[in-house]
């Protein structure tokens, strides 16, 4: 079965950087569409990246700049890279197997990040 796991995730002040990664297994990560959601407390869950098997990415217009997705075959993970993080980053954030094609949505558990003085 489809098992992701994230990690990286912490408290940070505002203008920091995190990493996170999501570590994959079941799958290799780079035949499929990966994404990266968050959510807030009493917010619904939102899209923040997605990265295609040919690495193609896209980005929540608002996120543009500051975060980048990218996979580490080797490591069979997909990355989050996040910069200039502001307290309303603040939330939990997921990794997702996107359901492309006849492949089912697949999610991790996720992992906290807080933006915090």
């Known amino acids: 079965q489809v098992q992701l796991v994230e990690s990286g995730g912490g408290l940070v002040q505002p203008g920091g950087s995190l990493r996170l990664s999501c570590a994959a297994s079941g799958i290799i990560l780079s035949t499929n569409v990966m994404g990266w959601y968050r959510q807030a407390p009493g917010k619904q869950r939102e899209l923040v990246a997605r990265i295609t098997s040919t690495g193609s990415t896209m980005y929540a217009d608002s996120l543009k700049g500051r975060f980048t997705i990218s996979r580490d075959n080797a490591r069979n993970t997909v990355d989050l890279q996040m910069s200039s993080l502001k307290p309303e980053d603040t939330a939990v954030y997921y990794c997702?197997?996107?359901?492309?094609?006849?492949?089912?949505?697949?999610w991790g558990q996720g992992t906290q990040v807080t933006v915090s003085s």
């Open positions: 997702k197997r996107e359901p492309t094609g006849l492949r089912q949505a697949a």
